[in-house]
DNA sequence: AAGTGGTCTAGACCACTCG
DNA sequence: GAGTGGTCTAGACCACTTG
C-alpha cells in the first residue's frame, strides 16, 4: 500500500512522521470522510513500528479533528473540512497578515496607571497596582477596524515602554525581551452600539452596532499577562467559534 | 505522602483513578499554582505501576488544563479557575438550567421546505433538499431571548414532526430517536440591530443591539445535522470563549 | 471467531534542565 | 550527574463490534 517512508534517523518522532503521512491522505482527499484509516495493527505490521507508537499517531491524529475512533471497529476519517478558519489566540498583527490586509496601529496613549477593579481581578493583581495602558486604534487596510485599550503589569515587564516601538507585535515584543509566550485568552464579547467618540475613531455613524470585547491573555502556566477592552466595527469583523459537546479534550472522562 | 488509593478491580482505568485523584489536590487547592505534581517516576514508584500508566495520568491530567508540563523540569498545577464555564455545545434547554433559569420555547413554525443556498452547504446536501424548519420564540424565565430558526434534513429523521413535541429537547429528540448525539458546532457571531420584526418578537426596541448567530452542529463523525439561525438581545446575553494559541491540542506539532 | 481499539507492563534510550 | 519528561519496544489481556 504504502512505501516505506519513516525516517528513523531524522530526529523527528516516529508516531509524528507517521501522522502526517496519514494527514496529507486524508487532507489531499486521497481518503474520503467514513473511510476507515490503517487500524493500529497494520500500521504497526507495515512500518515496522510497535502498535504503542502506531496507536500514538492515531491518537494525534483524532487530536486534531482530522480522524475518530469507535471501540471494537476502527478508526475513520472525519467529515470536517480543513479549510476553516480555527480561531486561536493572534495578535491583532497576525490575525490581519492571515486574512491578507494589512495591519497598521495609530497609538492615542501609552501610560503607567493604577489598575481598577475589572483590571485587577483579570490579572490577579492588587487593586490600584501599577500597570501599562496602551490604547490604541487598529486599521486594517487603512480603514478603522477597532479601538483597543491594553493593559499589562508593570511588575512583569519592567522596561517595557522603552522596548516596545509603537510599529511592532506587542506578544513579539513581550515574548522577545521577557520570554514570556502567550498561549491562550479567555474572550467575553458583547452585542453592543457605538459611542459617539467610538463611532469618531472607528469612522462609523453614532450608534452603529460593534462588538465589545474583554479578553484576558495567559501563558503556557496559566498566569494572566494581558487583559484588554476593545470594541469592533459590526460591519466589518464576524466572530468565529467551534464549541465541543465533549467535557474532556482527548477521550478523557473527567468532570469538571 | 498518599494512602494506595488504588482499586486494580473496579474496572476502572488505573490511569484515571490517578487522573481523579491528582485533580481533587488540585481542585480542593491543596496544591497551589505553580507547585510541582508528583513526577511520572514517583508515581509509578508510589502507586506500583508502570511509567507509561503514570504518563498517560499526568498526559490527561494536562489536557484537562489542570496542569502543564516541561521536558526536563517536571509537571506543575496551572493557575487556572475551574470555576469558570467553559463554553460547550449545549442546547438551550440544557444552556438556561446550567444557569440556573427556566428554559421555555414557543413553536411559530414547524414545516418541511427546500434548503437555500446557505443551508445547502452547511448541512452538506443538494440546493432543494428537503428540510424541517422550525422557527421558535425562546424565552428565560417568561421573558424573550432570542428566535431561532432551526434546518434538519429530511433524511436524516424522517419521522421528526411525531416524534418531537414542542415542549422537549430537539437535542434529546434527535438522541432517543435516531441515535444521533451532537458532539461539536462551528458558530459565527456578528454584532447587528432589531429589526422591526425581531424587535417586536424580542420585546425590545427597534434598532437595539443584537447578535446573529448561525451555527452547525456535527456528530462525532463530522457529518453536520443542523444549522440554525437565530438573534439573540444584546443586552442579556454575552459569548464567551477559550481561545488557544496552540495548533493542536494536546502537544502535538501538526500544521493544519 | 476474528479484528478492532483501550489499557497495562517493564524495560530502554534520549534531550532537556538544574545545581 | 541526577532528575525530569519524550519517545519507543514487544509483549499482554480486555471489551467491543461484526460476520
Known sequence: MWPAFLDRYSGVPLYYQIQQHLLEEIRSGSWKAGRAVPSEQEIAQRLGVS????????????????AYSQHGKGTFVSGLKFEKNFRQVLSFSEEMRSRGTRPQSKVLQFRQAESDNEVAEALHIGLGE??????RVRLADSSPLCVECTHIPVRLCPELQKKFKPRMSLYKCLLENYGMQIDFADEVAEASLATAE???LLRVPKKAPVFRFTRTAYLRNGKPVEFVRSVYRGDRCKVVNRLSRRMEFSGERAKL
Do not use: D, P, Q
Request: glycine share 4%.
Open 51 to 66: 502498535r504503542m507508537t502506531a496507536r500514538h499517531a492515531l491518537k494525534s491524529l483524532c487530536n486534531l479533528g482530522a
Open 130 to 135: 501599577k500597570v501599562f495602558v496602551l490604547h
Open 198 to 200: 467610538e463611532a469618531r
